[in-house]
Structure formats: structure tokens, C-alpha cells
């Protein structure tokens, strides 16, 4: 009896662990593969809110005509490494987000680790309606071997 309940318990804190609207944005995984991304977008949340949420914005949408959305962002989410290296390096140039210019310089993030640039990747591209999977740790350290 005890045995059952419990199992039934862990059942219902797994299924409440993310909402309905959470779960049907992410990519068929399986179960290993699902609770690493979970894990990646929990760490990247912490390291996003220290990092970027000043002028990003906890909401994603970003800081007026000051700092671009990365909330279903077209620049973002249409090359990944590309934001790997922005996230390390920085960026000083003037960007088209979503139809509309940005020219703030972004401070680099040099200190960070290829695991850390990759949780916050992944936490900012699972994010406010935006749906891609995991940027692998891997996929990280190669993307910022190539960066210009």
C-alpha cells in the first residue's frame, strides 16, 4: 500500500512539475534528455537573471529602443552560435531585431564557462514563447572555437 502511494505521489509531483503550455513547446525527448534540458534551463534562469536581465528584461522583451527582445527574437533564434559569441564577446555593432534597430553596445560575458553560456542559451531560447531544445555543452565550446 505504502509502495503505491508513493509511486503515485512521485507520479504527480513529475506531471505538476511544468505547466501544460511548458511541456507541448518542447521537442519529443526522452526522459534522460528531458530532465537535462529542465536542468539547463533552472541553471541558465539563475545565471540570466545575474547576466542579462538588467537590460534584457525578466520578461524577454527587452529595454525600450535601448536592448533588443530575445522573447521570439528573429536575430536570436536564427543563429545560435552566433549568440554564443555575442553572449562571450559582446557585441558593439548595430543589430536588426525583429525589424527594428539596436545600436547599445552589449558588454561580454568572458568570465563565463562554455557550460554556463550554454544554460543560458538554452533558458533564453526555451523561453517566452521560444522553443529550440538544448544548446549542448558541446555544440558551446566548438560554436565559441569559431567565433570571429
Known amino acids: ?29 526522452d526522459r534522460q534528455a528531458t530532465i537535462k534540458l529542465e536542468q ?37 533564434l536564427e543563429n ?10 559582446g557585441l558593439v555593432e548595430n543589430i536588426t531585431v525583429n525589424g527594428k534597430s539596436y545600436s547599445q553596445m552589449m558588454p561580454g560575458l568572458a568570465q563565463l564557462t562554455p557550460l554556463e553560456i550554454a544554460e543560458i542559451l538554452t533558458y533564453i531560447t526555451n523561453s517566452w514563447g521560444n522553443s529550440t531544445g538544448i544548446s549542448g555543452v558541446k555544440d558551446v565550446d566548438r560554436w565559441l572555437k569559431n567565433c570571429d
Open 1 to 29: 500500500m505504502n509502495r503505491v502511494f508513493c509511486v503515485s505521489m512521485i507520479a504527480l509531483i513529475v506531471a505538476c512539475g511544468r505547466s501544460k503550455s511548458d511541456s507541448k513547446d518542447l521537442p519529443k525527448m
Open 40 to 76: 539547463y534551463i533552472v541553471q541558465g534562469k539563475g545565471l540570466y537573471t545575474k547576466h542579462c536581465s538588467a537590460c534584457h528584461q525578466d520578461s524577454g522583451k527587452g529595454l525600450a529602443s535601448l536592448y533588443p527582445p530575445l522573447k521570439e527574437s528573429d536575430y536570436l
Open 80 to 89: 545560435l552560435p552566433r549568440a554564443a559569441c555575442i553572449i562571450r564577446n
